[in-house]
């Protein structure tokens, strides 16, 4: 059965603290973008008081201007940072990953439909999970 452990104390050390820090990037994003509409609570609170939702409109804010997707980031490195590799969890991130890539692509059609012209800017300038340099659109 695969099985890869990392013994040394500071490589362990290392990719626990990555672990721990894709779960902190998860939490500060979804904050970022709005912690309670992500998981429906705003809406269902509009639509319990009788009010319409409405849509906060397009924002890049903090880690948005360096990623697109700052919290799917945190996720996969979450998923893939670990001292202790099994063959369930290599499957699992292997899965995941294809599954936040896939997502990603249908995400952002939807975005680009919804948000037109300013997320098609936004897409072309700010990258999609890794926070390299790209040349800014004109």
């Known amino acids: 059965m695969l099985r890869a452990h990392v013994d040394a104390p500071a490589a362990r050390s ?3 603290a990555l672990y721990w820090s894709g779960w902190a ?7 970022l973008i709005d ?5 429906g609570l705003r809406q269902a609170w509009a639509w319990m008081r009788g009010t319409e ?7 890049a804010p903090l880690l948005y201007k360096f ?3 700052p919290l799917l980031l945190g996720f996969l490195i979450a998923f893939w940072a670990t001292p202790d590799l099994t063959l369930g969890h290599l499957l699992f991130s292997v899965a995941t990953t ?3 890539l896939v997502g990603i692509l249908f995400e952002e059609r939807d975005l680009v439909a ?8 936004y897409r072309r300038e700010v990258p999609m999970l890794l926070p390299l340099p790209r040349k800014k659109a004109d």
């Open 25 to 31: 990037l998860v939490l500060v994003s979804s904050f």
């Open 53 to 59: 939702w409405k849509h906060p409109g397009f924002r």
């Open 114 to 121: 919804a948000l037109g012209a300013e997320y098609v800017k």
């Open 35 to 39: 912690h309670f509409g992500l998981f």
């Open 14 to 16: 290392v990719l626990l």
């Open 67 to 69: 990623v697109r997707h």
């Open 98 to 100: 294809g599954y936040v």
